[in-house]
């Protein structure tokens, strides 16, 4: 579950907000992850990925491309895993 709303971006269409919260990963503990949600102003369209990585700036990145992009909430996930696919080239 989320614990804070990071930095939040808006266009005409929808409102991208990092969140960040606590994930297990084996080896490791608890780390904070980031994530985003995407909606809009009366939140009828909505979504969100909690854990796309641990790492603030690239999250950060990836929302504020998304925003530039009017990435709409039913595209985030596969938006997300395109992103992080390339990155890493899987």
């Known amino acids: 579950m989320a614990?804070?709303?990071?930095?939040?971006?808006?266009?005409?269409?929808?409102?991208?907000?990092?969140?960040?919260?606590?994930?297990?990963?084996?080896?490791?503990?608890n780390v904070m992850v980031y994530g985003i949600k995407i909606y809009n102003d009366d939140r009828?369209?909505?979504?969100?990925?909690?854990d796309i990585s641990d790492d603030f700036e690239f999250v950060d990145?990836?929302?504020?491309?998304?925003?530039?992009?009017?990435?709409?909430?039913?595209q985030l996930i596969d938006i997300a895993e395109d992103f992080i696919s390339e990155l890493y080239s899987l």
């Open 3 to 29: 614990l804070t709303d990071l930095c939040t971006y808006k266009n005409c269409d929808y409102n991208y907000e990092m969140t960040e919260c606590l994930a297990y990963i084996e080896d490791y503990g």
């Open 44 to 50: 009828s369209e909505f979504n969100s990925i909690e």
């Open 61 to 74: 990145g990836l929302c504020r491309l998304m925003c530039s992009e009017n990435v709409s909430p039913v």
